[in-house]
């Protein structure tokens, strides 16, 4: 990352950092990769933990750890590469048991170029047993709570879901905390999609995590695609280890196109 400035909001709940978009962190189209987009939404999420001396490795000792359950964004212009921008990231209100966190990304002239939203969830690490926010004492309280068209909610998943192929999860794909990373997921849907769906624009995309994978395991890719409503849906599942013969769903993401 290019990171040229960083700092704090005024009122003390959000994060922002200035930034360059370099060409390592874009695809073909010239403009930025929808997992490296999100991994600064993760990444800045815990640097302004960070900046109130509260970074991961700290909050893993007190027996937390943050992560993310739901997302969901909207995509005016992606940010291209050599491109000026302000990454920005707030925490809101909760919702029930989980944080609600709001991301934007502006570009040097002040033009509004992806904005997000999504929900987490602190766990124990070991038993990885949810902690409620009222328990959580490093929760940077805030009651902002910004409208959103498309919320990060439960995703609709379609019964005529075909195989679109299979993923070995490996070393490469891992996380500190020991499983796939949750920006890796965005490529998971986007890499197995047929070709020419993989040239749509994509205007929003939702992700649901629902089980964490981790290495050597599986990741069987299905897909469907509503053409009518510019609508595709990916689901990436793994092998129950309950129950044989059984699958059970890792994410499952939605994506609208021009």
């Known amino acids: 990352m290019n990171v040229l400035k960083n700092y704090m909001t005024d009122d003390n709940v959000g994060y922002?950092?200035?930034?360059?978009?370099?060409?390592?962190?874009?695809?073909?189209?010239?403009?930025?990769?929808?997992?490296?987009?999100?991994?600064?939404?993760?990444?800045?999420?815990?640097?302004?933990y960070a900046q109130k001396g509260?970074?991961?490795?700290?909050?893993?000792?007190k027996g937390y750890v943050q992560m993310v359950s739901r997302s969901s964004?909207?995509?005016?212009?992606?940010?291209?590469?050599?491109?000026?921008m302000t990454v920005r990231v707030r925490e809101e209100k909760p919702e029930g048991f989980q944080l609600m966190r709001y991301y934007d990304f502006v570009?040097?002239?002040?033009?509004?170029?992806?904005?997000?939203?999504?929900?987490?969830?602190?766990?124990?690490?070991?038993?990885?047993?949810?902690?409620?926010?009222?328990?959580?004492?490093y929760l940077i309280k805030?009651?902002?709570q910004t409208?959103?068209?498309?919320?990060?909610?439960?995703?609709?998943?379609?019964?005529?879901?075909?195989?679109?192929?299979?993923?070995?999860?490996?070393?490469?794909?891992?996380?500190?905390?020991?499983?796939?990373?949750?920006?890796?997921?965005?490529?998971?849907?986007?890499?197995?999609?047929?070709?020419d769906y993989q040239k749509k624009e994509?205007?929003?995309?939702?992700l649901n995590f629902c089980k964490e994978i981790r290495k050597n395991e599986i990741m069987h890719v299905y897909g469907s695609f509503d053409d009518e409503n510019h609508r595709i849906v990916v689901v990436g599942k793994r092998e129950n280890s309950e129950s044989q013969n059984q699958m059970e769903s890792s994410f499952e993401c939605e994506l609208f196109y021009k």
């Open 107 to 137: 570009s040097d002239s002040g033009e509004l170029l992806v904005q997000g939203k999504s929900l987490w969830v602190i766990v124990e690490p070991a038993t990885r047993a949810i902690v409620s926010p009222a328990k959580f004492e």
């Open 54 to 61: 509260q970074d991961r490795e700290c909050l893993n000792k």
């Open 73 to 84: 964004f909207h995509i005016e212009r992606l940010p291209a590469e050599n491109e000026m």
């Open 142 to 144: 805030s009651d902002v």
């Open 147 to 195: 409208e959103f068209e498309k919320k990060p909610g439960k995703i609709k998943v379609p019964e005529n879901l075909e195989l679109l192929g299979d993923q070995k999860i490996l070393l490469s794909h891992l996380d500190p905390n020991g499983h796939l990373t949750n920006a890796k997921y965005i490529n998971f849907a986007l890499d197995f999609l047929p070709e």
């Open 16 to 48: 922002c950092e200035e930034t360059k978009v370099l060409f390592g962190q874009c695809g073909s189209n010239k403009c930025i990769h929808l997992a490296d987009l999100m991994e600064y939404c993760a990444d800045n999420i815990m640097e302004m």
């Open 202 to 206: 994509i205007t929003d995309f939702r």
